[in-house]
């Protein structure tokens, strides 16, 4: 690998570690729920959820989304340019968002997307970055966290298909910790999870690259009544 590659593998190493100050690990996405109601009870079911969400979930929505956002921060020549490239990244986004049908998602999705485009601006004053994040404040946009991250991968120099893996991952690493946190697993547990995951992450890259923005279809309806669900439980310990 030469020094640019080196340099794009460790930010994106940065862009994806849960400490990063995204607010990530606030997020259950309908794990808390379940565990609640007990339709996740072992080890075997949380590999069974996140195999489902992320095949039938983030890969036919979030994931498509995040590559047409790092496809369309790619460098133009002028301002004019800028703007386009800019109005088809809020078009993106809000794509996405029509796609995520309980309130928590969108809501949890958003903050994240928000907190995250503003780190990274202030790492790498990206062009399309600023612009989206203009977008977000002037509340055109809600600024979704699949589509911050696929422009914060072309703004470190990742590879599109390098960005959704680091994305997956995380996600499958966040569903690890708060299972953890729910007391689901141990924290070996948590790691098999990651590991054993690996080869659903690049079918979903793999689904996601054959799809299309404007036309996102997440299929997980366990998972989006959970998600609905949470917003009126009495007590819960992540955002969604």
């Known amino acids: 690998m ?5 340099l794009a593998l460790l930010r994106l190493l940065q862009l994806a570690d849960s400490g990063f100050p995204s ?6 996405n309908g794990l808390e729920t379940l565990v609640a109601d007990g339709a996740i009870s072992s080890a075997d079911d949380l590999a069974a959820f996140v195999r489902v969400h ?5 890969a036919r929505s979030d994931l498509i989304a995040l590559l047409a956002a790092h496809d369309a921060g790619h460098e133009r020549a002028d301002a004019a340019d800028d703007a386009d490239r800019v109005e088809r990244i809020v078009a993106i986004d809000r794509r996405l968002t029509a796609a995520k049908i309980a309130a928590d998602d969108r809501i949890g999705s958003a903050r994240v997307g928000r907190r995250l485009t503003t780190e990274v601006v202030r790492l790498a004053p990206f062009a399309p970055l600023l612009g989206f994040l203009q977008a977000i404040e002037d509340r055109r946009t809600a ?9 914060a991968g072309r703004a470190f120099g990742v590879e599109r298909r390098q960005a959704a893996l680091a994305a997956s991952s995380a996600l499958v690493i966040g569903f690890g910790a708060a299972a953890v946190r729910l007391g689901l697993i141990g924290h070996g547990a948590a790691q098999r999870l990651v590991a054993e995951a690996a080869p659903v992450i ?3 890259v793999d689904a996601a690259g054959r799809g299309h923005w404007s036309d996102l ?3 997980a309806p366990q998972i989006e009544v959970a998600l609905a669900a949470h ?7 992540f955002a969604s």
């Open 231 to 237: 917003e009126t439980a009495a007590a819960r310990q």
């Open 23 to 28: 607010g990530a690990y606030t997020l259950s």
């Open 202 to 204: 690049a079918s979903a």
């Open 2 to 6: 030469d020094a640019a590659s080196d």
């Open 143 to 151: 600024g979704n966290a699949a589509v911050s991250f696929g422009l």
């Open 54 to 58: 992320l095949l039938e979930k983030f």
């Open 217 to 219: 279809r997440p299929s």
